[in-house]
Nanobody
């Protein structure tokens, strides 16, 4: 069982940057495709970005493509989300999760072992 802890959120002005981290416990972290999701107040949790087990394949929601970059360091059991050119509509709680089906999917139900989330607030 992998346990996840997100960090790095905060308050930033529009156009600014933040780097989120997701630290994983457990020796099997490097086997898993990982994902970042976000949930804004009153809205459903939505997929943001995913990365396969070795970091070679990444995929993104259209809303963040070209602005966000997902990466991982298996030696540190950590996955990252670099967020640039932030917009007020990026404001949300950001979560990382393990993809349990082993494919590059975006469905919420394919992910598990959710962390507690980290708040990102972008002011205009």
């Amino acid at each position: 069982q992998v346990q996840l802890v997100e960090s790095g959120g905060g308050l930033v002005q529009a156009g600014g940057s933040l780097r989120l981290s997701c630290a994983a416990s457990g020796r099997t972290f490097s086997r898993y495709t990982m994902g970042w999701f976000r949930q804004a107040p009153g809205k459903a949790r939505e997929f943001v970005a995913g990365i396969n087990w070795n970091g070679i394949s990444t995929y993104y929601a259209d809303s963040v493509k070209g602005r966000f970059t997902i990466s991982r360091d298996n030696a540190k059991n950590t996955v990252y989300l670099q967020m640039n050119s932030l917009k007020p509509e990026d404001t949300a709680v950001y979560y990382c999760a393990v993809n349990r089906v082993g494919a590059l999917t975006t469905r919420l139900s394919d992910f598990g072992s959710w962390g507690q989330g980290t708040q990102v607030t972008v002011s205009s």
